[in-house]
């Protein structure tokens, strides 16, 4: 013991200062509990770096053994940012985290801790909080708190160790505990059996008194698992009834033939059992990946959106996102097949709930404080926040639209073509015309227009211009020259040189179109459907380019429609084609024959597929996806033609 207190104290002494480098000083250098601890802390340069507001958190490990995350009051000063932590007699260690933006300091993954002390020995919850914050795979501590750093299951087991043996608490930590031991003798080549310590820890909490059904389980798990005594084990399970029952029906949802019986299952489950973290997680219950996505996904498919109203106060923070993304997103803004006034509702009623979660965090999200929890609902919805200011705006509810449009501009910064596009078209409705010029200006500089918005400086540049003819100079005069210089590097890199498929389509008109008639010509071959958002959202993008090179005749544009599931998609191609005036060669493909050669050839798969080949049938370039803006879309294709001449 003489050994592990000498040990201990070393550590404590690392972790009180010598860890906290020079980035925060705390006086008393080594507090302990009792004191208030005055800290300084001098942000690290890559979070001065992003011109974002500096922020702290404070991790809280308490005497009861559960974690507090709460955000840290500072004061900016000369010398950095200052705060005060009282070290109560309720907590145990104390883990702290600074960030701006996306920029996180902790240390460079070594941490910035103070572990509570009394003399002679670190105090109640210091030792199980410091292992359990470093060791993420025991699902303890702060999952987020490091990024890669991890102790060893023999570091784990002394950390567990010295918390029961000083403070007899076996009852919270005997699973954590058995767990590391016996991983760390199978790493020595033991045989965890046949262990005297996990036998010794066993048998003297099966000995303790008033045993809770969490012991209880947590002891026939150990028996089961590690000792592999199975009659003890069985005694035990049939102790805890209640939990065994639980894990057997969660166990036959994941069991069910078919989507009806796993949704019965899964719906009879939410209302038998309520939650229980920490005695799910025992018994391998998982109520969000489990349950509660049957339930969504079911009901999506069947088309039934009363799953919204039965369980959106119910339901974990992942199955909103789902929702959104099934019942507003795709119908709304992918397949325009839902009417704003339609989707309205279902998308007010989501963001009315994460309103409500940002105020009252759930439980299982006890890692994040107040603000990390509002930030990360907020990027888990940036995109369909965009979309229900969208719907605001259709359903003439343009003051909330636009209130929210501001607000999404502070995390964006007009680096979204979408976002710049739908404030531009609420600020003309208004009339703020120095308002819309910023954006229209932003919206060019960052390149992420659309093409709307190219049209309204078009027609502003017109006020002061007889025609147009300056005007291609006049948008790249506004474009930020490092962002163009980063976007031509990045083209110029992704060249190839491949000989290109030959092929012959049809277009339109049932006429033939080959590459050997292009011979001498560069080509840009569109691969896309229908059925595919990306592919179309990226159209307006391959307008601007092909716009750009209309009086080349050395530069033709095929759009390649492939992979259609509608057996009539001839004439919807045509449908969409005219209701949208895109002025484009439309050629089809046979099934997906020429994409599929082209796609073997470039080793990859997907639509949007963009091929460029120059003028002696080699492909020099071929993309996949849509990055979401029109403007820098048009750039990288003129870049890439440009190349290939």
Same mark, same amino acid.
Request: glycine share 6%; proline share 4%; with cysteine.
């Given at each position: 013991?003489?050994?592990?207190?000498?040990?201990?104290?070393?550590?404590?002494?690392?972790?009180?200062?010598?860890?906290?480098?020079?980035?925060?000083?705390?006086?008393?250098?080594?507090?302990?509990? !009792?004191?208030?601890?005055?800290?300084?802390?001098?942000?690290?340069?890559?979070?001065?770096?992003?011109?974002?507001?500096?922020?702290?958190?404070?991790?809280?490990?308490?005497?009861?053994?559960?974690?507090? %995350?709460?955000?840290?009051?500072?004061?900016?000063?000369?010398?950095?940012?200052?705060?005060?932590?009282?070290?109560?007699?309720?907590?145990?260690?104390?883990?702290?985290?600074?960030?701006?933006?996306?920029?996180?300091?902790?240390?460079?993954?070594?941490?910035?801790?103070?572990?509570?002390?009394?003399?002679?020995?670190?105090?109640?919850?210091?030792?199980?909080?410091?292992?359990?914050?470093?060791?993420?795979?025991?699902?303890?501590?702060?999952?987020?708190?490091?990024?890669?750093?991890?102790?060893?299951?023999?570091?784990?087991?002394?950390?567990?160790?010295?918390?029961?043996?000083?403070?007899?608490?076996?009852?919270?930590?005997?699973?954590?505990?058995?767990?590391?031991?016996?991983?760390?003798?199978?790493?020595?080549?033991?045989?965890?059996?046949?262990?005297?310590?996990?036998?010794?820890?066993?048998?003297?909490?099966?000995? %303790?008194?008033?045993?809770?059904?969490?012991?209880?389980?947590?002891?026939?798990?150990?028996?089961?698992?590690?000792?592999?005594?199975?009659?003890?084990?069985?005694?035990?399970?049939?102790?805890?009834? !209640?939990?065994?029952?639980?894990?057997?029906?969660?166990?036959?949802?994941?069991?069910?033939?078919?989507?009806?019986?796993?949704?019965?299952?899964?719906?009879?489950?939410?209302?038998?059992?309520?939650?229980?973290?920490?005695?799910?997680?025992?018994?391998?219950?998982?109520? #969000?990946?489990?349950?509660?996505?049957?339930?969504?996904?079911?009901?999506?498919?069947?088309?039934?959106?009363?799953?919204?109203?039965?369980?959106?106060?119910?339901?974990?923070?992942?199955?909103?996102?789902?929702?959104?993304?099934?019942?507003?997103?795709?119908?709304?803004?992918?397949?325009?097949?839902?009417?704003?006034?339609?989707?309205?509702?279902?998308?007010?009623?989501?963001?009315?709930?994460?309103?409500?979660?940002?105020?009252?965090?759930? *439980?299982?999200?006890?890692?994040?404080?107040?603000? *990390?929890?509002?930030?990360?609902?907020?990027?888990?919805?940036?995109?369909?926040?965009?979309?229900?200011?969208?719907?605001?705006?259709?359903?003439?509810?343009?003051? *909330?639209?636009?209130?929210?449009?501001?607000?999404?501009?502070?995390?964006?910064?007009?680096?979204?073509?979408?976002?710049?596009?739908?404030?531009?078209?609420?600020?003309?409705?208004?009339?703020?015309?120095?308002?819309?010029?910023?954006?229209?200006?932003?919206?060019?500089?960052?390149?992420?227009?659309?093409?709307?918005?190219?049209?309204?400086?078009?027609?502003?540049?017109?006020?002061?211009?007889?025609?147009?003819?300056?005007?291609?100079?006049?948008?790249?005069?506004?474009?930020?020259?490092?962002?163009?210089?980063?976007?031509?590097?990045?083209?110029?890199?992704?060249?190839?040189?491949?000989?290109?498929?030959?092929?012959?389509?049809? #277009?339109?008109?049932?006429?033939?179109?080959?590459?050997?008639?292009?011979?001498?010509?560069?080509?840009?071959?569109?691969?896309?459907?229908?059925?595919?958002?990306?592919?179309?959202?990226?159209?307006?993008?391959?307008?601007?380019?092909?716009?750009?090179?209309?009086?080349?005749?050395?530069?033709?544009?095929?759009?390649? #429609?492939?992979?259609?599931?509608?057996?009539?998609?001839?004439?919807?191609?045509?449908?969409?084609?005219?209701?949208?005036?895109?002025?484009?060669?439309?050629?089809?493909?046979?099934?997906?024959?020429?994409?599929?050669?082209?796609?073997?050839?470039?080793?990859?798969?997907?639509?949007?597929?963009?091929?460029?080949?120059?003028?002696?049938?080699?492909?020099?370039?071929?993309?996949?996806?849509?990055?979401?803006?029109?403007?820098?879309?048009?750039? *990288?294709?003129?870049?890439?033609?440009?190349?290939?001449?």
């Amino acid at each position: 013991m003489k050994f592990s207190f000498v040990l201990i104290a070393a550590l404590c002494a690392i972790v009180g200062t010598q860890a906290q480098g020079q980035r925060l000083k705390m006086t008393p250098e080594r507090p302990a509990i !009792g004191d208030t601890v005055n800290l300084l802390y001098h942000p690290d340069s890559t979070l001065l770096a992003t011109g974002k507001p500096i922020k702290g958190a404070v991790y809280i490990y308490d005497t009861t053994y559960h974690w507090k %995350a709460m955000d840290l009051q500072m004061k900016a000063t000369d010398s950095g940012y200052a705060f005060t932590i009282p070290l109560t007699a309720d907590k145990g260690l104390w883990a702290f985290k600074f960030r701006a933006g996306d920029a996180v300091d902790n240390a460079h993954d070594t941490g910035y801790i103070i572990m509570g002390s009394v003399p002679g020995r670190m105090w109640k919850a210091a030792y199980a909080g410091y292992g359990a914050i470093r060791a993420k795979r025991y699902e303890l501590g702060i999952p987020q708190y490091y990024t890669d750093f991890q102790i060893s299951d023999t570091a784990m087991f002394f950390w567990m160790g010295q918390e029961i043996g000083y403070w007899r608490a076996g009852r919270t930590f005997i699973w954590p505990y058995v767990k590391a031991r016996a991983l760390s003798e199978r790493q020595a080549g033991l045989n965890p059996d046949s262990s005297k310590t996990i036998n010794a820890a066993a048998s003297y909490m099966l000995k %303790a008194p008033n045993l809770s059904q969490k012991d209880l389980y947590t002891l026939a798990l150990i028996f089961d698992q590690y000792l592999h005594k199975k009659e003890i084990a069985d005694s035990l399970y049939k102790v805890t009834s !209640g939990i065994v029952k639980k894990q057997a029906d969660y166990k036959a949802i994941q069991a069910a033939k078919t989507t009806d019986e796993r949704l019965k299952l899964s719906e009879q489950f939410v209302k038998n059992y309520p939650p229980d973290r920490e005695l799910d997680a025992l018994a391998g219950i998982d109520y #969000d990946r489990g349950v509660y996505k049957n339930i969504f996904a079911i009901y999506i498919a069947k088309n039934d959106t009363s799953v919204l109203a039965k369980y959106i106060n119910t339901c974990p923070f992942a199955e909103l996102a789902l929702a959104y993304y099934k019942m507003v997103e795709i119908p709304y803004a992918d397949w325009k097949t839902m009417p704003a006034k339609d989707a309205y509702p279902f998308s007010q009623r989501i963001m009315d709930r994460l309103t409500y979660l940002k105020a009252h965090k759930p *439980e299982e999200y006890y890692y994040f404080t107040p603000s *990390e929890f509002s930030e990360f609902i907020d990027k888990s919805f940036r995109y369909n926040y965009i979309t229900h200011a969208a719907i605001l705006k259709e359903t003439g509810r343009e003051k *909330e639209a636009l209130t929210q449009v501001l607000k999404m501009q502070e995390e964006w910064n007009y680096t979204n073509a979408s976002l710049n596009q739908l404030e531009a078209s609420l600020l003309e409705k208004s009339g703020d015309k120095k308002k819309l010029n910023e954006v229209l200006h932003n919206s060019v500089r960052m390149n992420q227009a659309s093409a709307q918005i190219i049209d309204l400086l078009k027609k502003d540049y017109l006020k002061t211009h007889k025609d147009t003819e300056g005007f291609d100079a006049y948008l790249n005069s506004m474009k930020d020259a490092h962002t163009m210089e980063l976007l031509r590097a990045h083209v110029k890199s992704a060249m190839i040189e491949r000989d290109a498929v030959p092929f012959e389509m049809k #277009d339109l008109d049932g006429k033939t179109v080959s590459l050997a008639a292009q011979k001498g010509k560069v080509v840009v071959l569109d691969f896309w459907a229908t059925w595919c958002a990306p592919c179309k959202a990226a159209m307006p993008g391959m307008q601007m380019a092909q716009a750009h090179f209309k009086n080349d005749s050395n530069v033709v544009f095929y759009f390649v #429609d492939t992979q259609e599931r509608d057996p009539e998609y001839k004439e919807k191609v045509k449908k969409f084609i005219k209701e949208k005036k895109y002025p484009f060669k439309v050629l089809f493909d046979n099934g997906d024959e020429f994409y599929a050669k082209y796609a073997k050839l470039i080793q990859t798969s997907g639509i949007p597929f963009k091929v460029v080949i120059d003028g002696n049938g080699k492909i020099r370039f071929a993309q996949i996806g849509y990055m979401g803006s029109p403007s820098g879309l048009a750039d *990288e294709i003129e870049t890439m033609i440009s190349l290939s001449k």
